[in-house]
């Protein structure tokens, strides 16, 4: 038994070592899916992945031992002096009429919007790297945000996480409207995630189902969060969100039944393992007594919610407990319908842009937002980042509701540089109750060089959706203080006071075509003036050049013998 | 004196024969084991290009893609391919089934997959991009997974599939490569010694027009056609409404597919791929320039990665790891989220400070004119009053 004692007093060691130095901080992972059934019969699908680490990236020791948190995404942090990241990627365009609100919004194409620490010295150099870093982690054409896309925005885009105070000189946003999404993209976001594709809720991502939707929007976030109520001490938290809006026709085939294996060609056969919590909640609260839709299998457990100004039901599936697979240890959630009444609730903001005029020269924007509450007014800031090569004329700006003049209380409006930066125009809006507000300004369409131009210039030049933050009021008491019992996809915006809660909402991007020349105009003009000088001027000039002389025409044989005997002969030649 | 003679000789022929016998076996064995390291390669790259942009041009990301999967499952991993993709194909909105891309008829075979990374995509896929990559001059931001990362035991696989001509290959409908440019890259990679040996693979029209120039050790080249011809698409499909594959690509995949990472499959086999009975082009390859017999150069010694494996028995000490010791400090500070959308601090913002810039030329210049006029006009003497 000595040999016992050799054992132990080690481990004994071990474990009393370990808990005198302080570890790398506690990593937690959560994960979640949101189903919310639509009421024109689509099936909007969230996934919320969080990763909670403790750790402070900022100090000396750089950070080496990752655990769940992601590598790559940590050494981006520490390298660039990252205070906050968001970066999202977006195929269609969210229809807030006809599916309500999403949880986390996002624009068409590809954002990314970045706080920098106080520390950072440069930060556009830093934003240019971090541009090109994050493009080769992502697979996506990232390098081509660059200063004559991105804005410093003044008032909107306030950090999501803790902040000692805020000075926009170290916020950077950018969008490229023209991004696509596709596996490629989906593929490096996958490996982010601690489990990767393959245990728990991240199962269900294949991609021939997730991009055969109306919607498909993937994000991540980065910010530093509290931990408790107290806020003492703060971590890091990485939120990587996946939203997908299945439509009716082309993926439920007509048929108004949804199953977790119609969606996503899969079910669900455990949790991810390294996960503290991993749920599927349900939206059932237009269904209290099952008259509209059946959920099977059926779950006792509810959770209520605020989310959006809202107190929701949501049926929980737990699948930490092996009771939710049941005996054949798989769970595919079924949604069947029974009728299809019942309205909806309506959102109390919306808002559309669109290009009035015509021809190439000259053009309006309209941004035209709707305030669907029937007694309360509230503020909105509008954010619009509109390409040098539109010209605005900001003497013709004019907002208008209800057909009379409303003057913003606040308006930043930086010009645009030729080939250098970007307009940009904020404004503070108060929107009546049940009223339409109609922004325009008139722009004139600029000349490119003709090497500026993209290889298909005829299809157009986007414009960057319209970004208009507000203040909603809620018909609920928002929760203020954010805990870690709240399911995730309601606690992302912090909330400050209980009658309202922040939302963002985002406009169509907009497609204008430019003046674009005639690309094959030099080859054609080429030809055609080697053909007119060729033809013309060589004509002319052997006419005046071309002397003639009268030449013998070759005599015939005969008569060439007959020539050859004559001089044979000495006799004069026949002619 | 004979006998003797005649004894050393026989001992001496002997002792010939059991030297000769000896060398056989060492030369038997260098071969088997020579064998093995005869290629002189370490790792194997791949750079795959696609150059056109279009609905129409499906044929040609379908070409890239099947060898991209065909190079991926011989081994070579993702940081070692870098695929260019001048647009997108499968989440197009013409695509009828989104995230895929078929290339043979009834959709049998989708070479996109679930597990692509492309490296250039879109607007980035411009010939400066593609000789940058290929020289290695690429600006110091430019990420890992950007770059041809290739020594001089690299093997690289180049394969080029657009639209060409007699001495050009056409990127993205507005530029063009030249065969000068391509063979002047390739001497510039030799010069920096960027690869141990090439293999340029391409499946244009006149293909063989691209590899005329050539003047660098150790490349191998093969085309679809030779100058004056046409490479033809294979099949179009019905349900997705265009050519699906370009003939000499189709058979390559399919000869592909019968190679596995222990394959000893030879060069030889791969130009006979495609006769003119299947292709109705002329395959044309090129191996003046490269050292080895064909016959000896294996497949997989491009398209595969076969690592070298050595074993070793010797013990490695780990270092001890860092440990940091507790912080004893216990934070006072409260933190707190910031307002998302503060009202009133907005409407009181005091306009952001502009940075004083010095006056530019043109109004230094305009006041110096200026300046000079009324001097001029009116005389110097006024000069002691402003001063």
């Known amino acids: 038994y ?55 990236f900022m100090r000396e020791n750089k950070v080496s031992h990752y655990r769940l948190f992601p590598k790559s995404l940590g050494q981006v942090i520490s390298k660039f002096s990252v205070r906050e990241l968001h970066i999202s990627f977006t195929q269609g365009y969210w229809r807030t009429m006809q599916w309500g609100q999403p949880f986390l919004p996002s624009p068409p194409g590809a954002e990314l919007w970045v706080w920098f620490q106080d520390s950072v010295t440069d930060v556009d150099a830093a934003w240019k790297e971090l541009t090109n870093v994050l493009s080769g982690i992502f697979c996506a054409s990232l390098n ?34 023209r991004e696509i999404v596709c596996t490629e993209n989906l593929t490096p976001w996958k490996k982010l995630l601690p489990c990767g594709s393959k245990a728990g809720l991240a199962v269900l991502l294949k991609s021939e189902k997730l991009f055969h939707s ?15 109520r107290e806020c003492k001490t703060t971590s890091w938290e990485l939120r990587q969100t996946l939203n997908v809006v299945f439509d009716l026709h082309t993926s439920g085939q007509g048929k108004r039944e949804w199953s977790l294996f119609k969606m996503f060609s899969r079910t669900l056969t455990e949790a991810c393992p390294l996960a503290s919590s991993s749920k599927i909640y349900i939206d059932v609260t237009d269904n209290p007594q099952e008259e509209y839709f059946e959920l099977s299998p059926a779950t006792p457990l509810l959770s209520q919610a605020v989310v959006l100004g809202d107190r929701r039901t949501f049926s929980v599936y737990d699948l930490t407990q092996q009771v939710t697979f049941g005996t054949v240890r798989s769970l595919n959630l079924l949604i069947r319908w029974k009728s299809t009444e019942g309205d909806m609730l309506r959102p109390l903001l919306h808002a559309e842009r669109y290009v009035a005029g015509y021809g190439l020269q000259t053009g309006e924007i309209h941004t035209v937002m709707y305030n669907n509450h029937p007694f309360r007014s509230f503020p909105v800031l509008l954010l619009d980042s509109v390409p040098w090569y539109l010209r605005l004329y900001i003497h013709t700006l004019t907002v208008t509701s209800k057909g009379k003049d409303n003057t913003p209380s606040y308006i930043h409006y930086q010009p645009s540089k030729d080939r250098m930066r970007p307009h940009l125009l904020e404004m503070l809006v108060q929107l009546p109750p049940h009223s339409v507000t109609e922004v325009t300004v008139q722009f004139e369409r600029a000349l490119l060089k003709w090497t500026e131009y993209t290889p298909d210039p005829n299809h157009g030049f986007y414009v960057g959706s319209s970004v208009i933050s507000a203040l909603v009021p809620s018909s609920v008491a928002m929760d203020t203080n954010i805990t870690q019992e709240q399911p995730l996809f309601s606690s992302f915006f912090p909330c400050k006071e209980e009658s309202s809660y ?3 909402v985002y406009t169509e991007p907009l497609l204008v075509n430019l003046p674009t020349p005639d690309f094959s105009m030099p080859y054609n003009v080429i030809c055609l003036t080697c053909t007119v000088v060729a033809v013309g001027y060589g004509s002319l000039y052997n006419l005046l050049t071309r002397s003639f002389q009268i030449e013998e025409p070759n005599p015939r044989l005969a008569k060439k013998i007959a020539n050859f005997i004559r001089r044979i ?3 004069p030649l026949l002619s | 004196m004979s006998a003797l003679l005649k004894r050393s000789c026989s001992h001496n022929m002997l002792a010939a024969i059991i030297m000769l016998i000896f060398i056989c076996f060492c030369v038997h064995f260098q071969n088997t084991a020579g064998q093995f390291f005869s290629s002189g390669h370490t790792n194997n790259w791949a750079v795959l290009v696609c150059t056109s942009r279009f609905w129409f041009n499906y044929r040609h990301v379908a070409n890239t893609l099947s060898v991209y999967r065909s190079v991926k499952r ?25 995230a895929t891309v078929f290339s043979h008829r009834n959709m049998e075979l989708n070479v996109y997959g679930d597990d692509v990374e492309v490296d250039y995509r879109g607007y980035e896929v411009t010939v400066e991009n593609f000789l940058r990559v290929l020289t290695g001059r690429l600006p110091p931001s430019t ?68 590899y005329e120039r050539f003047y660098s050790p150790n490349i191998m080249a093969l085309a679809s056609s030779q100058v004056g011809e046409d490479s033809l698409s294979h099949q179009p499909d019905l349900a997705i409404g265009v050519h699906l594959m370009d003939r000499y690509t189709f058979y390559l995949l399919e000869f592909l597919e019968d190679i596995h990472p222990a394959s000893k499959s030879n060069m030889n086999d791969l130009f006979k791929v495609c006769p003119k009975s299947q292709c109705v082009s002329t395959p044309g390859h090129r191996t003046d320039l490269f050292l080895r017999d064909p016959g000896s150069v294996l497949i997989t010694d491009f398209f595969g ?24 400090e216990v934070q006072e500070k409260t933190y707190s989220y910031v307002d998302q959308l503060p009202v009133s601090e907005i409407i009181h913002q005091k306009p952001k400070q502009k940075d004083w810039h010095p006056p530019d030329g043109f109004i230094l210049g305009l006041w110096t004119l200026i300046l000079l006029v009324f001097f001029k006009t009116y005389g110097i003497k006024h000069l002691k009053h402003i001063f």
């Open chain 1, 2 to 56: 000595i040999l016992y004692i050799l054992i132990y007093i080690p481990i004994f060691v071990f474990v009393l070592l370990r808990k005198l130095i302080k570890e790398e901080g506690e990593n937690d992972f959560q994960e979640e899916l949101v189903i919310r059934p639509l009421h024109s019969g689509d099936i909007y699908a969230s996934f919320q992945f969080r990763t909670l680490w403790e750790t402070d």
């Open chain 1, 144 to 177: 081509f945000i660059d200063s004559t896309n991105t804005v410093q925005p003044s008032a909107s885009f306030k950090p999501l996480g803790i902040v000692n105070e805020t000075d926009h000189r170290f916020l950077r946003y950018a969008t490229l409207p």
């Open chain 1, 214 to 228: 109306s919607f498909f929007s993937q994000t991540v976030h980065i910010r530093p969060v509290c931990q408790d």
């Open chain 1, 502 to 504: 922040f939302v963002r």
């Open chain 1, 569 to 571: 002969r000495g006799v």
């Open chain 2, 74 to 98: 011989l081994g070579i991993p993702d940081s070692h391919i870098v695929l260019m993709l001048a647009d997108d194909m499968a989440c197009n909105h013409r695509n009828p089934k989104p």
């Open chain 2, 143 to 210: 990420p890992r997974s950007k770059r041809l990362l290739s020594d001089d035991r690299s093997n690289i696989l180049i394969y080029l599939t657009g639209h060409g001509g007699n001495g050009f290959l056409k990127f993205q409908d507005s530029e063009e490569i030249s065969n000068v440019e391509l063979a002047d890259a390739f001497e510039q990679m030799w010069q920096k010694r960027r690869y141990n040996e090439l293999l340029f693979i391409i499946d244009t029209c006149q293909g063989a027009s691209m």
């Open chain 2, 305 to 328: 990665s076969v690592r070298k494996v050595e074993i070793t028995m010797e013990a490695i000490h780990l270092t001890d790891p860092i440990l940091h010791p507790m912080s004893e």
